[in-house]
T-cell receptor
Framework: SQQGEEDPQALSIQEGENATMNCSYKTSINNLQWYRQNSGRGLVHLILIRSNEREKHSGRLRVTLDTSKKSSSLLITASRAADTASYFCATLEYGNKLVFGAGTILRVKS | DSGVTQTPKHLITATGQRVTLRCSPRSGDLSVYWYQQSLDQGLQFLIQ???????AKGNILERFSAQQFPDLHSELNLSSLELGDSALYFCASGGGVVGNTIYFGEGSWLTVV
């Protein structure tokens, strides 16, 4: 079963613009992790945010977490064509299961 | 390179057959996770092992089984294969400490014909 629901399902932007993806989940979590997947390839870990954190940065990535709303957002600033990929949020439940959402397909046009 | 190694990368087999997918976790990681990714089901958690013992179970079919060996590598066995089992199977590993980052391998593409 999938816990996270990503929004939007697909996003198309111009190079240089910012991309924001949202994720909602249902149960209590230990942490939330964001991954990127290029077509047919493996999942690349981007960033982890713990349940007691509200915001985290890594390079051009900014992640927020609102546990009261059970939601998270991933912001990619100054997007590049190479950022074109599918992005998934995954929540680590206290039973130690890492559960994925359906993902957002991001297309960055050059 | 995540440090998680999966073999084989691609596999084509016939319905009714059995295959074994192998995973070597990152050095030092005690936990291994298996996932199935298909177009219609997305990324589905199958099972997790920690230091040789089953820790969590997800949507794993009875025709599928897994184990983690003393050297911490893991195998996912898929039997009585059906066309619908065609998917990308991922292995992931983590330190086993709740809250650690979980890293994924490149996956094994299984095509059942």
């Amino acid at each position: 079963s999938q816990q996270g629901e990503e929004d939007p399902q697909a996003l198309s932007i111009q190079e240089g613009e910012n991309a924001t993806m949202n994720c909602s989940y249902k149960t209590s979590i230990n942490n939330l992790q964001w991954y990127r997947q290029n077509s047919g390839r493996g999942l690349v870990h981007l960033i982890l945010i713990r349940s007691n954190e509200r915001e985290k940065h890594s390079g051009r990535l900014r992640v927020t977490l609102d546990t009261s709303k059970k939601s998270s957002s991933l912001l990619i600033t100054a997007s590049r064509a190479a950022d074109t990929a599918s992005y998934f949020c995954a929540t680590l439940e206290y039973g130690n299961k890492l559960v994925f959402g359906a993902g957002t397909i991001l297309r960055v046009k050059s | 390179d995540s440090g998680v190694t999966q073999t084989p990368k691609h596999l084509i087999t016939a319905t009714g057959q059995r295959v074994t997918l192998r995973c070597s976790p990152r050095s030092g990681d005690l936990s291994v996770y298996w996932y199935q990714q298909s177009l219609d089901q997305g990324l589905q958690f199958l099972i997790q092992y920690y230091n040789g013992e089953e820790r969590a179970k997800g949507n794993i079919l009875e025709r599928f089984s897994a184990q983690q060996f003393p050297d911490l590598h893991s195998e996912l066995n898929l039997s009585s294969l059906e066309l619908g089992d065609s998917a990308l199977y991922f292995c992931a590993s983590g330190g086993g400490v709740v809250g650690n980052t979980i890293y994924f391998g490149e996956g094994s593409w299984l095509t059942v014909v």
